[in-house]
């Protein structure tokens, strides 16, 4: 009998233990959890800050969060979780920053615009006082080159911008 209850002292003694050994296995691995979603946290909290400030942002950054979704995937489920929403950049951030981008766009078109007007203005307000008649030309066809030459170099970066933007949405 004192045998039995030994053994069964023995036994509830090693469960107890293994308990125990089984509860901070499992407080250690929430802990690590934790600390590698607040990595992630620090990792991208920059790259939010820059996607808000230059949609452009987002085409260097969305690559990497998209390679590291991919090897550490319970990590990016707990952040999405947690966040409410796809960690780093959700869809209505990617939406936010195209609609963003294409603001900028339309703000610049403008200011460039009123620009080049005032400068062929002035030019041609010269050109009424001029006694080189053809230098006078030549300066408003050098501002029209130059005008259309600065539209086409930024129109091309909307253009490639604005698509990659637009592929990140899909």
């Not at 607040?38 to 230059?54: H, N, Y």
């Not at 615009?113 to 030549?138: C, F, H, P």
């Not at 129109?155 to 490639?160: H, T």
């Amino acid at each position: 009998m004192i045998t039995f209850l030994s053994a069964l002292l023995v036994a509830a003694a090693v469960a107890w233990g293994a308990l125990r050994v089984a509860q901070e296995i499992r407080a250690a691995r929430s802990a690590a959890e934790r600390e590698r979603s607040l990595q992630w946290m620090t990792l991208f909290a920059p790259a939010i800050a820059a996607a808000a400030d230059d949609p452009r942002a987002l085409l260097t950054w969305q690559p990497l969060a998209a390679t590291a979704r991919t090897l550490f995937p319970a990590d990016f489920e707990a952040l999405d979780r947690a966040s409410g929403g796809r960690f780093p950049f959700s869809a209505e951030a990617i939406d936010a920053a195209h609609a963003r981008w294409s603001t900028d766009w339309l703000s610049w078109e403008r200011a460039h615009d009123a620009e080049y007007k005032l400068k062929a203005a002035e030019v041609e307000e010269e050109l009424k006082t001029s006694s080189n008649q053809a230098l006078g030309r030549s300066r408003l066809e050098a501002v029209e080159r130059e005008k259309v030459e600065r539209y086409q170099h930024r129109y091309a970066e909307y253009v490639r911008v604005s698509r990659a933007l637009q592929a990140l949405i899909k």
